[in-house]
């Protein structure tokens, strides 16, 4: 009975041999028939065992489908050669660690619509021949970083429909061979700098319908192979162009249907970006230059935008097509030059311009039901105007003289995300004044005169994310208003009259990413007063009072990458200044504050993980030990009066080794004043002078400069300073 099919005639063999004892002939007839008969029910029964109850197995059991059966769990006698696994329609929420270890050879895994809500750390490990994951329609609204430990060998993700809010750094690390990210319709709102790391064969990422409005400089910076991003039906009031500058590769850029107004001059820095779709959008205008570094570009979609006109689009020199269908073009004389252009560059225009529409709205005002956007911008309202279309989304109402938001003061617009009130004279921001907005994701208050807010100023706008409150007149944190705020991402208070930062100025925070102070007048942050925001990735100081590096204020902020200490009087950096945040910092400016003195172990903790370090235009002599740093992309050290003696040694050379121009001169002594420090001649003196360099002798400045560089394009920089290359 153990023999199976091949065995069978293992078995026939052994009766036929020579010399065996024969049966008699009816005997061996009914022994062998028997015999076929009980290899066929036990493999029978065996088939039967290895497939679960609620689930289909072909004969080989190679694809197992378990669909819409109440599930609860993993099924664990699913046949382990199992290749193609379907186990849609069923109620899993939390895929547990290991849930597939005892399916090794799986290449696809379907498990849409399975109600789940957690993948656990370690979820699909052993699943290092899996080629296709499909998580479609469930309810994960986080990815932890090592959810997706395992997949080696992926090839598509599909993670669309889900409620995807945050995916934490390294979520995507281990997935080498992914070529298609499937991220549309989730609850993403910002994108944070490297959230793609480890991506390097990623050729296609879909981002559609989201909230995004904030991309991270850096977001896409680890994706050499990317040709297609789909940014399309987002939030998105700006082309991002530092964060797609990184993308060199790319040919293909969906970003419509995003409330974009204006392409500004040289937005776009994408060096083989054939096709750029912006139809849908909010354009009213465009720079002529806007495309300039993307001379690839063939085609252009402009479709259903508010353009009245257009400028000749220069450095677009392989452009040949156009489509200009449903923009409220002006047949005027203004269009001449642009039609000129077109005929010079022998570029085909599609479509017809449409007639701009009117519909409901109130008067004096103007609305797109095409955009869902309505504006009354400069139009001397000295109160704020209702009725328009309850699907409106975006409502600009900038440059008036409102004075005071009452409460209630938008009423029927439940849809509406993005609410501008800049330079609208506002003093007063009632209590409920934001009621019934409940979709509401960004709320711009720019150049205001607001110096208070009451605690219920955002009641009914629970899911604000980005507010701007920069340019008022605000002299402390309006304390306990982002209590009903648990989404806030983003908060600018830049320009304002902030003397200090006190403990429960952020109470209610809990979420807070970025936090913009800059050209305040801080001198004393209080040692808690940054606790509540334990997720802080972001904290710009610049240009405020402080005299030291607020140490205690930084401790519980795990996850800040990015601080900015830039134009504060500090002249001292003490021992271990930045401790607290040195498991994550990784952009530090130190930079136009006069910095007389760094400790020796004033970097103590940082090291492989720093990336941009800006120290130029202060006063030091010599600067710490830095060799640890060896993840720098960018280290700025001009204007600083270093003093070419034996002591600077280490520095010279280290940033001899270092692939980076960093702008180093001698300020001392008389003799190397001025020179770059890698040039200077005064260490040729120094003991130990002639180990490490080529030969101890003077760098030759001409060789140096006719040696071919090996300088990466990389696009713009959002960051000042200078760039990886050749020093």
């Known amino acids: 009975m153990g023999c199976g099919w091949a065995g069978a005639a293992t078995c026939q063999l052994r009766l036929s041999c020579p010399g065996a004892?024969?049966?008699?002939?009816?005997?061996?007839?009914?022994?062998?028939?028997?015999?076929?008969?009980?290899?066929?029910?036990?493999?029978?029964?065996?088939?039967?065992?290895?497939?679960?109850?609620?689930?289909?197995?072909?004969?080989?059991?190679?694809?197992?489908?378990?669909?819409?059966?109440?599930?609860?769990?993993?099924?664990?006698?699913?046949?382990?050669?199992?290749?193609?696994?379907?186990?849609?329609?069923?109620?899993?929420?939390?895929?547990?660690?290991?849930?597939?270890?005892?399916?090794?050879?799986?290449?696809?895994?379907?498990?849409?619509?399975?109600?789940?809500?957690?993948?656990?750390?370690?979820?699909?490990?052993?699943?290092?021949?899996?080629?296709?994951l499909n998580l479609a329609s469930n309810g994960i609204s986080l990815l932890y970083q090592e959810s997706l430990d395992g997949l080696s060998s992926l090839q598509q993700l599909i993670l669309e429909g889900n409620r995807i809010e945050e995916i934490q750094p390294g979520a995507f690390s281990h997935l080498g061979s992914l070529t298609i990210l499937d991220l549309r319709a989730n609850a993403l709102v910002y994108l944070p700098d490297m959230v793609f790391q480890g991506l390097q064969a990623l050729r296609w990422l879909r981002l559609s319908h989201n909230a995004l409005h904030v991309l991270g400089s850096e977001a896409f910076a680890t994706l050499p192979a990317l040709r297609r991003l789909s940014l399309d039906h987002n939030e998105l009031q700006a082309l991002p162009g530092e964060a797609l500058a990184r993308l060199d590769e790319a040919t293909r850029l969906d970003l419509g249907h995003n409330p974009i107004t204006y392409v500004a001059e040289e937005a776009l820095a994408m060096a083989s970006l054939k096709h750029l779709f912006l139809d849908h959008a909010s354009l009213q205008d465009m720079a002529p230059n806007a495309f300039a570094h993307s001379p690839q570009l063939r085609t252009l979609d402009l479709r259903e935008n508010q353009l009245r006109g257009l400028p000749p689009l220069a450095g677009v020199r392989a452009l040949v097509r156009v489509s200009l269908?449903?923009?409220?073009?002006?047949?005027?004389?203004?269009?001449?030059?642009?039609?000129?252009?077109?005929?010079?560059?022998?570029?085909?225009?599609?479509?017809?311009?449409?007639?701009?529409?009117?519909?409901?709205?109130?008067?004096?005002?103007?609305?797109?039901?095409?955009?869902?956007?309505?504006?009354?911008?400069?139009?001397?309202?000295?109160?704020?105007?209702?009725?328009?279309?309850?699907?409106?989304?975006?409502?600009?109402?900038?440059?008036?003289?409102?004075?005071?938001?009452?409460?209630g003061a938008f009423p029927g617009l439940k849809e509406l995300v993005s609410l501008h009130l800049q330079s609208c004279s506002i003093r007063t921001l009632r209590p409920g004044a934001l009621r019934g907005l409940e979709s509401l994701v960004y709320l711009y208050l720019t150049d205001n005169c607001l110096s208070t807010l009451a605690a219920t100023a955002f009641e009914g706008a629970p899911r604000?994310?980005?507010?701007?409150?920069?340019?008022?007149?605000?002299?402390?944190?309006?304390?306990?208003?982002?209590?009903?705020?648990?989404?806030?991402?983003?908060?600018?208070l830049q320009h304002n009259a902030i003397e200090e930062l006190v403990e429960g100025d952020l109470a209610g925070a809990g979420g807070l990413r970025w936090l913009y102070l800059s050209g305040n007048a801080i001198g004393r942050i209080a040692p808690a007063a940054l606790a509540p925001a334990k997720m802080l990735e972001k904290l710009h100081l610049e240009g405020n009072r402080l005299v030291e590096v607020p140490t205690a204020a930084l401790r519980g902020l795990?996850?800040?990458?990015?601080?900015?200490l830039s134009r504060n009087p500090i002249k001292h950096v003490g021992k271990g200044a930045f401790l607290p945040v040195?498991?994550?910092?990784?952009?530090?400016?130190?930079?136009?504050?006069?910095?007389?003195?760094?400790?020796?172990?004033?970097?103590?903790?940082?090291?492989?993980?720093?990336?941009?370090?800006?120290?130029?235009?202060?006063?030091?002599?010599?600067?710490?030990?830095?060799?640890?740093?060896?993840?720098?992309?960018?280290?700025?050290?001009?204007?600083?009066?270093?003093?070419?003696?034996?002591?600077?040694?280490?520095?010279?050379?280290?940033?001899?080794?270092?692939?980076?121009?960093?702008?180093?001169?001698?300020?001392?002594?008389?003799?190397?004043?001025?020179?770059?420090?890698?040039?200077?001649?005064?260490?040729?003196?120094?003991?130990?002078?002639?180990?490490?360099?080529?030969?101890?002798?003077?760098?030759?400045?001409?060789?140096?400069?006719?040696?071919?560089?090996?300088?990466?394009?990389?696009?713009?920089?959002?960051?000042?300073?200078?760039?990886?290359?050749?020093?």
């Open 21 to 132: 004892p024969g049966p008699l002939r009816g005997e061996g007839e009914l022994s062998w028939g028997l015999l076929l008969l009980m290899v066929a029910l036990a493999l029978r029964g065996t088939a039967a065992a290895r497939c679960p109850a609620p689930c289909i197995c072909d004969n080989l059991r190679a694809h197992v489908l378990c669909l819409n059966g109440n599930l609860t769990a993993i099924p664990g006698t699913i046949p382990q050669l199992t290749k193609k696994l379907d186990l849609r329609g069923n109620s899993f929420t939390v895929i547990p660690v290991g849930a597939f270890l005892a399916t090794p050879y799986l290449t696809h895994l379907d498990l849409q619509r399975c109600k789940v809500e957690r993948l656990e750390e370690g979820a699909f490990r052993g699943l290092g021949r899996l080629l296709y």
């Open 325 to 407: 269908t449903g923009n409220p073009l002006l047949c005027s004389c203004l269009l001449c030059p642009f039609h000129d252009w077109l005929a010079r560059a022998r570029v085909q225009v599609e479509g017809q311009p449409r007639a701009a529409g009117s519909g409901q709205c109130p008067q004096g005002c103007t609305c797109s039901p095409d955009f869902h956007h309505g504006s009354c911008e400069n139009r001397a309202l000295q109160k704020i105007p209702q009725g328009f279309p309850g699907d409106t989304r975006l409502l600009d109402l900038r440059r008036n003289t409102f004075g005071t938001v009452p409460p």
């Open 464 to 492: 604000l994310a980005y507010l701007d409150l920069d340019r008022n007149t605000f002299t402390h944190l309006p304390t306990g208003s982002f209590q009903l705020l648990p989404n806030l991402i983003s908060l600018h």
């Open 558 to 564: 795990p996850s800040l990458s990015e601080l900015k």
């Open 582 to 727: 040195a498991s994550s910092l990784q952009h530090l400016y130190l930079d136009n504050m006069g910095l007389e003195r760094i400790s020796p172990g004033a970097f103590a903790g940082l090291g492989p993980k720093i990336r941009s370090l800006y120290l130029e235009s202060n006063k030091m002599s010599n600067i710490p030990d830095m060799s640890n740093f060896t993840g720098l992309e960018i280290l700025n050290l001009r204007d600083v009066p270093f003093h070419c003696d034996c002591q600077l040694l280490p520095l010279r050379r280290w940033i001899d080794k270092l692939n980076l121009r960093v702008g180093a001169t001698c300020g001392s002594p008389a003799e190397a004043q001025g020179l770059k420090v890698k040039l200077s001649t005064t260490f040729q003196t120094c003991p130990g002078w002639g180990r490490g360099e080529a030969g101890g002798a003077r760098p030759d400045k001409t060789k140096a400069a006719s040696k071919p560089s090996k300088k990466k394009r990389s696009g713009k920089s959002p960051a000042r300073g200078f760039k990886k290359s050749r020093a």
